[in-house]
Protein backbone atom coordinates (compact mmCIF):
# COMPACT_ATOMS: atom_id res chain seq x y z
CA UNK A 1 0.00 0.00 0.00
CA UNK A 2 1.11 3.36 -0.48
CA UNK A 3 2.36 4.93 2.41
CA UNK A 4 4.06 8.25 0.92
CA UNK A 5 1.35 10.57 1.78
CA UNK A 6 2.56 13.69 3.26
CA UNK A 7 1.68 14.07 7.45
CA UNK A 8 0.03 17.02 6.38
CA UNK A 9 -3.59 15.19 5.69
CA UNK A 10 -5.47 13.28 7.44
CA UNK A 11 -8.16 10.63 5.61
CA UNK A 12 -11.50 9.50 7.41
CA UNK A 13 -14.06 7.58 6.66
CA UNK A 14 -17.44 7.34 8.27
CA UNK A 15 -19.53 3.94 8.68
CA UNK A 16 -23.16 2.45 10.42
CA UNK A 17 -26.60 1.96 10.08
CA UNK A 18 -28.86 4.19 8.47
CA UNK A 19 -30.14 7.01 10.43
CA UNK A 20 -27.20 6.69 12.42
CA UNK A 21 -26.05 10.29 11.87
CA UNK A 22 -22.72 9.59 9.78
CA UNK A 23 -23.15 13.34 8.01
CA UNK A 24 -24.06 15.21 10.97
CA UNK A 25 -20.73 13.49 12.64
CA UNK A 26 -19.22 14.48 9.28
CA UNK A 27 -20.49 18.42 9.37
CA UNK A 28 -19.35 18.48 12.67
CA UNK A 29 -15.91 17.33 11.57
CA UNK A 30 -16.08 19.72 8.40
CA UNK A 31 -17.32 22.54 10.77
CA UNK A 32 -19.72 23.27 7.56
CA UNK A 33 -22.64 21.52 5.98
CA UNK A 34 -21.71 19.35 3.35
CA UNK A 35 -23.59 16.23 3.98
CA UNK A 36 -27.35 16.22 4.06
CA UNK A 37 -28.72 15.42 7.24
CA UNK A 38 -32.53 14.63 7.92
CA UNK A 39 -34.72 12.36 10.56
CA UNK A 40 -35.70 9.67 8.34
CA UNK A 41 -35.65 5.81 8.22
CA UNK A 42 -34.59 5.31 4.96
CA UNK A 43 -31.13 6.13 3.23
CA UNK A 44 -30.41 10.17 3.28
CA UNK A 45 -26.73 9.34 1.54
CA UNK A 46 -27.05 7.10 -1.73
CA UNK A 47 -23.77 7.45 -2.43
CA UNK A 48 -20.65 8.19 -0.92
CA UNK A 49 -19.75 11.33 -0.59
CA UNK A 50 -16.18 13.62 0.07
CA UNK A 51 -15.50 16.86 1.43
CA UNK A 52 -11.96 18.55 2.91
CA UNK A 53 -11.54 20.76 5.48
CA UNK A 54 -8.59 22.62 7.18
CA UNK A 55 -7.58 21.96 10.46
CA UNK A 56 -4.39 22.85 12.68
CA UNK A 57 -2.42 23.07 9.25
CA UNK A 58 -3.56 19.86 8.20
CA UNK A 59 -6.17 19.00 5.55
CA UNK A 60 -8.73 16.33 6.51
CA UNK A 61 -10.11 14.50 3.98
CA UNK A 62 -13.82 13.24 5.00
CA UNK A 63 -15.41 10.71 3.54
CA UNK A 64 -19.46 10.10 4.48
CA UNK A 65 -21.33 6.32 3.01
CA UNK A 66 -24.40 4.98 2.94
CA UNK A 67 -26.18 3.40 6.00
CA UNK A 68 -25.33 -0.41 5.96
CA UNK A 69 -28.48 -1.81 6.98
CA UNK A 70 -30.94 0.05 3.99
CA UNK A 71 -34.10 -1.25 2.85
CA UNK A 72 -34.38 -4.48 0.52
CA UNK A 73 -31.65 -4.20 -1.64
CA UNK A 74 -29.91 -1.28 -0.03
CA UNK A 75 -27.67 -3.14 2.20
CA UNK A 76 -26.08 -4.81 -0.24
CA UNK A 77 -25.20 -2.50 -2.48
CA UNK A 78 -24.28 0.14 0.47
CA UNK A 79 -21.75 -2.91 1.61
CA UNK A 80 -20.42 -3.34 -2.11
CA UNK A 81 -19.91 0.88 -2.26
CA UNK A 82 -18.15 0.87 1.36
CA UNK A 83 -15.69 -2.07 0.10
CA UNK A 84 -15.08 -0.08 -3.10
CA UNK A 85 -14.20 2.77 -1.36
CA UNK A 86 -11.71 0.86 0.81
CA UNK A 87 -9.90 -1.23 -1.91
CA UNK A 88 -9.80 1.00 -4.34
CA UNK A 89 -9.37 4.42 -2.76
CA UNK A 90 -5.36 4.47 -2.10
CA UNK A 91 -3.83 5.29 -0.18
CA UNK A 92 -6.55 4.55 2.97
CA UNK A 93 -7.63 5.67 5.63
CA UNK A 94 -6.09 7.49 8.94
CA UNK A 95 -9.22 6.63 11.19
CA UNK A 96 -12.40 4.83 10.56
CA UNK A 97 -15.23 6.36 12.30
CA UNK A 98 -18.03 4.64 13.39
CA UNK A 99 -21.40 6.16 13.92
CA UNK A 100 -24.50 4.69 16.12
CA UNK A 101 -27.69 6.85 17.06
CA UNK A 102 -27.34 7.36 21.01
CA UNK A 103 -31.19 7.83 20.75
CA UNK A 104 -31.92 4.50 19.51
CA UNK A 105 -32.11 1.49 21.40
CA UNK A 106 -29.66 -0.53 20.16
CA UNK A 107 -31.06 -4.27 19.45
CA UNK A 108 -30.56 -7.49 17.86
CA UNK A 109 -30.37 -6.20 14.18
CA UNK A 110 -27.86 -3.62 15.28
CA UNK A 111 -25.68 -6.09 17.10
CA UNK A 112 -25.93 -8.21 13.62
CA UNK A 113 -25.32 -5.13 11.75
CA UNK A 114 -22.20 -4.56 13.71
CA UNK A 115 -20.55 -7.93 13.87
CA UNK A 116 -21.11 -8.45 10.28
CA UNK A 117 -19.02 -5.01 9.49
CA UNK A 118 -16.12 -6.63 11.75
CA UNK A 119 -16.21 -9.55 9.77
CA UNK A 120 -16.29 -7.39 6.86
CA UNK A 121 -13.51 -4.97 7.73
CA UNK A 122 -11.14 -7.69 9.98
CA UNK A 123 -10.27 -7.40 13.52
CA UNK A 124 -7.76 -4.88 12.25
CA UNK A 125 -9.83 -2.45 12.30
CA UNK A 126 -10.30 -1.95 16.02
CA UNK A 127 -6.52 -0.39 15.49
CA UNK A 128 -8.21 2.59 13.45
CA UNK A 129 -11.47 2.88 15.03
CA UNK A 130 -13.46 5.43 16.61
CA UNK A 131 -16.47 4.89 18.00
CA UNK A 132 -18.82 8.20 18.06
CA UNK A 133 -22.26 7.93 19.81
CA UNK A 134 -24.03 10.85 18.04
CA UNK A 135 -27.24 12.96 19.41
CA UNK A 136 -25.85 12.30 23.14
CA UNK A 137 -23.76 14.93 25.97
CA UNK A 138 -20.93 12.74 27.21
CA UNK A 139 -22.35 11.92 30.28
CA UNK A 140 -24.69 9.32 28.86
CA UNK A 141 -21.73 7.04 27.13
CA UNK A 142 -21.55 4.99 30.37
CA UNK A 143 -25.29 4.31 30.31
CA UNK A 144 -25.00 3.58 26.31
CA UNK A 145 -22.36 0.90 27.34
CA UNK A 146 -23.66 -0.33 30.10
CA UNK A 147 -26.57 -1.50 27.90
CA UNK A 148 -25.33 -3.40 25.52
CA UNK A 149 -22.25 -6.06 26.71
CA UNK A 150 -21.46 -6.58 22.56
CA UNK A 151 -20.92 -2.56 21.91
CA UNK A 152 -18.90 -2.63 25.65
CA UNK A 153 -16.50 -5.17 24.21
CA UNK A 154 -15.96 -3.93 20.94
CA UNK A 155 -15.35 0.10 22.80
CA UNK A 156 -12.46 -2.12 24.46
CA UNK A 157 -10.83 -3.52 21.45
CA UNK A 158 -10.92 0.05 20.18
CA UNK A 159 -8.76 1.02 23.11
CA UNK A 160 -11.77 3.19 24.73
CA UNK A 161 -11.72 5.76 22.09
CA UNK A 162 -15.52 6.39 22.37
CA UNK A 163 -17.07 10.13 21.80
CA UNK A 164 -20.55 11.40 21.38
CA UNK A 165 -21.45 14.35 19.50
CA UNK A 166 -24.79 16.70 20.78
CA UNK A 167 -26.98 18.42 18.79
CA UNK A 168 -26.19 22.16 19.86
CA UNK A 169 -23.12 23.98 18.13
CA UNK A 170 -21.00 24.01 21.25
CA UNK A 171 -21.07 20.22 21.54
CA UNK A 172 -20.28 19.85 18.14
CA UNK A 173 -17.30 22.28 18.55
CA UNK A 174 -16.39 20.40 21.65
CA UNK A 175 -16.64 17.22 19.89
CA UNK A 176 -14.65 17.93 16.85
CA UNK A 177 -11.20 19.08 19.35
CA UNK A 178 -11.83 15.70 20.76
CA UNK A 179 -12.13 14.08 17.95
CA UNK A 180 -8.94 15.63 16.10
CA UNK A 181 -6.82 14.51 19.39
CA UNK A 182 -8.16 10.70 19.13
CA UNK A 183 -7.14 10.73 15.87
CA UNK A 184 -3.65 11.89 16.61
CA UNK A 185 -3.24 8.57 19.05
CA UNK A 186 -4.55 6.37 16.27
CA UNK A 187 -2.02 7.75 13.73
CA UNK A 188 1.07 7.98 16.37
CA UNK A 189 0.07 4.31 17.65
CA UNK A 190 -0.05 3.26 14.10
CA UNK A 191 3.08 4.97 12.53
CA UNK A 192 4.64 1.53 11.31
CA UNK A 193 1.13 0.95 9.29
CA UNK A 194 -0.59 4.33 9.15
CA UNK A 195 -3.39 3.93 7.08
CA UNK A 196 -6.35 0.50 7.24
CA UNK A 197 -5.55 -1.86 5.38
CA UNK A 198 -8.13 -4.15 4.19
CA UNK A 199 -7.46 -7.91 4.12
CA UNK A 200 -7.97 -7.99 0.11
CA UNK A 201 -6.44 -4.92 -0.99
CA UNK A 202 -3.40 -7.19 -2.25
CA UNK A 203 -5.72 -8.87 -4.35
CA UNK A 204 -7.81 -6.12 -5.68
CA UNK A 205 -4.40 -3.90 -6.12
CA UNK A 206 -3.84 -6.76 -8.42
CA UNK A 207 -6.87 -5.41 -10.44
CA UNK A 208 -6.32 -2.01 -9.94
CA UNK A 209 -3.50 -1.18 -11.52
CA UNK A 210 -3.88 2.71 -12.56
CA UNK A 211 -5.63 5.58 -10.99
CA UNK A 212 -8.46 5.39 -13.67
CA UNK A 213 -8.96 1.74 -12.78
CA UNK A 214 -9.37 3.32 -9.44
CA UNK A 215 -11.73 5.90 -10.06
CA UNK A 216 -13.96 3.59 -12.17
CA UNK A 217 -13.69 0.83 -9.56
CA UNK A 218 -14.68 3.23 -6.61
CA UNK A 219 -17.99 4.95 -8.74
CA UNK A 220 -18.69 1.01 -10.05
CA UNK A 221 -17.93 0.95 -13.40
CA UNK A 222 -15.34 -1.66 -13.76
CA UNK A 223 -16.84 -4.87 -14.57
CA UNK A 224 -13.85 -6.72 -13.96
CA UNK A 225 -13.66 -5.37 -10.49
CA UNK A 226 -17.38 -5.54 -9.61
CA UNK A 227 -16.69 -9.02 -10.82
CA UNK A 228 -13.82 -9.48 -7.99
CA UNK A 229 -16.42 -7.67 -5.63
CA UNK A 230 -19.58 -9.89 -6.69
CA UNK A 231 -17.06 -13.15 -6.18
CA UNK A 232 -15.39 -12.19 -2.64
CA UNK A 233 -18.82 -10.56 -1.01
CA UNK A 234 -21.57 -13.32 -0.08
CA UNK A 235 -25.08 -12.50 0.09
CA UNK A 236 -27.12 -14.87 2.13
CA UNK A 237 -30.50 -14.73 1.45
CA UNK A 238 -32.76 -14.13 4.81
CA UNK A 239 -35.06 -11.82 6.53
CA UNK A 240 -32.10 -9.93 7.18
CA UNK A 241 -29.77 -9.44 4.16
CA UNK A 242 -26.11 -10.27 5.16
CA UNK A 243 -22.94 -9.60 3.55
CA UNK A 244 -19.70 -11.35 4.36
CA UNK A 245 -16.61 -11.67 2.73
CA UNK A 246 -15.59 -15.05 1.29
Known amino acids: MNTSIADTERRIIIIGKVGAGKST ?36 FVVDTPGVNGLKNHSTDAFKQLNRILLAMNPGFH ?3 LTINGSQTIDETDLTMYN ?9 VCDYLIIVFAGVEPDSINGLLKS ?26 RFKDE ?19 HKLYDEATKILSSDEERKNAIDGKSEHFEAF ?18
Open 148 to 173: SHEINELCTKSNNRVLSCGVSTVQQI
Open 116 to 124: DLIDMLGEH
Open 179 to 197: FVLRLETIVKKNIANPFYY
Open 229 to 246: LNQKLIVKPSSDTKCVIG
Open 95 to 97: GIV
Open 25 to 60: IGNAILSKESFKTKLSFAPVTNKWEYDICKIKDREY
